[in-house]
């Protein structure tokens, strides 16, 4: 069974940094694009960055770019987004998806696969 466990999120001041991971099981990452998204409360999901495939193309949202950084280790199965220069704005649930998609990513919602995502609370 295809699942997507995320970790990694909690409490941070602002200005603070947290790594979050994407641990995929049930399936090979090597086809699969890989997104994050956040959805902060009474708001809709946000794309905040994706990874193709093979990792060789990433995608940020403006609001994280220049401190947000994406990677994934597909023998792992593991896929990560480094926050740093965390802003209270940035307070949400963050969930990792996947879609089959040989080149490149997208930032919009057209994932199949979700996890249940793991809370970040940006706050002092």
């Known amino acids: 069974q295809l699942q997507l466990v995320e970790s990694g999120g909690g409490l941070v001041q602002p200005g603070g940094s947290l790594r979050l991971s994407c641990a995929a099981s049930?399936?090979?990452?090597?086809?699969?694009?890989i997104g994050w998204f956040r959805q902060a409360p009474g708001k809709g999901r946000e794309g905040v960055s994706c990874?193709?495939?093979?990792?060789?193309?990433?995608n940020y949202a403006d609001s994280v770019k220049g401190r947000f950084t994406m990677s994934r280790d597909n023998a792992k199965k593991m896929v990560y987004l480094q926050m740093d220069s965390l802003k209270p704005e940035g307070t949400a649930v963050y969930y990792c998806?996947?879609?089959?998609?040989?080149?490149?990513?997208?930032?919009?919602?057209?994932?199949?696969?979700w996890g249940q995502g793991t809370q970040v609370t940006v706050s002092s």
């Open positions: 998806a996947a879609r089959v998609m040989f080149r490149g990513c997208v930032l919009v919602d057209e994932y199949d696969y």
């Open positions: 049930g399936f090979t990452l090597d086809y699969y694009a």
């Open positions: 990874i193709s495939s093979s990792g060789d193309f990433t």
